[in-house]
């Protein structure tokens, strides 16, 4: 309506509804312990337990228990699930929670500009060379075959942080058809090829009669962003005996 561009990053992996990210089958498995009646939920806890050596005593446990869990703990996740009643292939046939590869196709004709977020949605810094050259090239060569766009923008899960900017130099060099990298750092300067973005779904700077916490979000990232470059400037002046 108002013709603002817009850039949709696709975890390639999630395209066709072929599989589930761990946090959505870990908000199912939440979801169905609410509707479950009391001696239900029990009987979970105490299969959990029985089955993994926890100690889980009531359902504040078992919540604080399934929100920590990492991707490297999808099996134990899937067995949740499956204690609960949960089909999660039957959810992601009826649901089609993720695009599809015909409705990126049509994003694209429409104007907007379709990025990669790796194929799976895991932090680089977790993972080998290998596996983070994988990650990026191959969601970068998934949205190329789908869109057939020359040079396509890179979007990181959670953050860049940790993952190693000369193995991203060399990656760049050796794949010209990746296009800018954005990262999570606010307003934070990095590489010339390394684009900071905001988070707008910051829940802690809702404000109550605001319809958006973007302006909150503005705010905070141009006070980070004013802190870090007085933190600079002490440091240096502590280097060059200023004080």
Same mark, same amino acid.
């Given at each position: 309506?108002?013709?603002?561009?817009?850039?949709?990053?696709?975890?390639?992996?999630?395209?066709?509804?072929?599989?589930?990210?761990?946090?959505?089958? &870990?908000?199912?498995?939440?979801?169905?312990?609410?509707?479950?009646?009391?001696?239900?939920?029990?009987?979970?806890?105490?299969?959990?337990?029985?089955?993994?050596?926890?100690?889980?005593?009531?359902?504040?446990?078992?919540?604080?228990?399934?929100?920590?869990?990492?991707?490297?703990?999808?099996? &134990?996740?899937?067995?949740?699930?499956?204690?609960?009643?949960?089909?999660?292939k039957e959810y992601l046939t009826r649901r089609k929670?993720?695009?599809?590869?015909?409705?990126?196709?049509?994003?694209?004709?429409?104007?907007?500009?379709?990025?990669?977020?790796?194929?799976?949605?895991?932090?680089?810094?977790?993972?080998?060379?290998?596996?983070?050259?994988?990650?990026? &090239?191959?969601?970068?060569?998934?949205?190329?075959?789908?869109?057939?766009?020359?040079?396509?923008?890179?979007?990181?899960?959670?953050?860049?942080?940790?993952?190693?900017?000369?193995?991203?130099?060399?990656?760049?060099?050796?794949?010209?058809?990746?296009?800018?990298?954005?990262?999570?750092?606010?307003?934070?300067?990095?590489?010339?090829?390394?684009?900071?973005?905001?988070?707008?779904?910051?829940?802690?700077?809702?404000?109550?009669?605001?319809?958006?916490?973007?302006?909150?979000?503005?705010?905070?990232?141009?006070?980070?962003?004013?802190?870090?470059?007085?933190?600079?400037?002490?440091?240096?002046?502590?280097?060059?005996?200023?004080?």
């Amino acid at each position: 309506k108002y013709g603002i561009p817009c850039t949709f990053f696709i975890t390639s992996g999630w395209v066709d509804n072929q599989r589930m990210f761990y946090r959505n089958k &870990v908000s199912l498995c939440l979801e169905r312990f609410t509707e479950i009646a009391r001696d239900g939920a029990r009987m979970v806890i105490t299969s959990l337990n029985n089955a993994l050596n926890l100690k889980l005593a009531d359902d504040k446990d078992f919540r604080r228990w399934i929100m920590e869990l990492q991707p490297k703990d999808e099996p &134990v996740i899937d067995m949740a699930a499956k204690m609960l009643g949960l089909d999660v292939k039957e959810y992601l046939t009826r649901r089609k929670p993720y695009l599809t590869r015909e409705q990126i196709v049509d994003l694209h004709k429409d104007g907007f500009t379709i990025g990669a977020h790796t194929q799976t949605h895991t932090k680089l810094a977790l993972l080998t060379p290998e596996q983070v050259e994988d990650e990026i &090239v191959g969601s970068v060569r998934f949205v190329q075959e789908l869109t057939g766009t020359e040079c396509v923008p890179f979007s990181f899960p959670f953050s860049a942080t940790g993952t190693d900017r000369g193995l991203l130099g060399a990656l760049r060099k050796r794949h010209t058809f990746l296009g800018l990298f954005y990262d999570t750092m606010d307003l934070r300067k990095d590489l010339n090829f390394m684009v900071n973005r905001i988070w707008a779904e910051k829940s802690a700077y809702r404000q109550a009669g605001r319809a958006t916490n973007l302006p909150a979000l503005l705010h905070a990232a141009y006070r980070a962003e004013a802190y870090n470059a007085m933190r600079s400037m002490a440091r240096l002046d502590k280097q060059s005996g200023a004080y």
